[in-house]
C-alpha cells in the first residue's frame, strides 16, 4: 500500500525548469511501478511518465525528450525534472501507481507563463 506528497511546483516562464517530487510511505514503495500525471482545468488526469521497478522508464509523446522521471528507493521518492516547460504543461501533477490504484493526493500545481 503506498499512499504520497507531491511537492515542488510553482511559477516558471517558458524555457525554464521545474523539478518534482514524490513522497511515498510504505515499505513496498521499491516494487511498485511509479508515474506521474497532470490534470489542466476540465481535463482528466493524462498520463506524463513512468518508472518501473526496474527503473525502465515511459513517457507521454507530448513530454518526451523534456521530461525525465527517476525514482531513489532509499528515499521513497520518484522525482519529475521538468526541463524546456512549455505553456500548454500547466497543470496540477500528480503521483501515483500505474495504473493509478490509490486515492489522488493534493498534487502540485505548475504554471508555465509565455
Known amino acids: 500500500q503506498v499512499q504520497v506528497v507531491e511537492s515542488g511546483g510553482g511559477l516558471v516562464q517558458a524555457g525554464g525548469s521545474l523539478r518534482l517530487s514524490c513522497a511515498a510511505s510504505?515499505?513496498?514503495?521499491?516494487?511498485?511501478?511509479m508515474g506521474w500525471y497532470r490534470q489542466a482545468p476540465g481535463k482528466e488526469h493524462l498520463f506524463v511518465a513512468r518508472?518501473?521497478?526496474?527503473?525502465?522508464?515511459n513517457y507521454a509523446d507530448s513530454v518526451k525528450g523534456r521530461f525525465t522521471i527517476s525514482r531513489d528507493n532509499a528515499k521513497n521518492t520518484v522525482y519529475l525534472q521538468m526541463n524546456s516547460l512549455k505553456p500548454e504543461d500547466t497543470a496540477v501533477y500528480y503521483c501515483?501507481?500505474?495504473?493509478?490504484?490509490?486515492?489522488w493526493g493534493q498534487g502540485t500545481q505548475v504554471t508555465v507563463s509565455s
Open positions: 501515483n501507481t500505474v495504473p493509478p490504484l490509490i486515492n
Open positions: 510504505g515499505n513496498t514503495f521499491s516494487g511498485k511501478t
Open positions: 518508472i518501473s521497478s526496474g527503473d525502465s522508464t
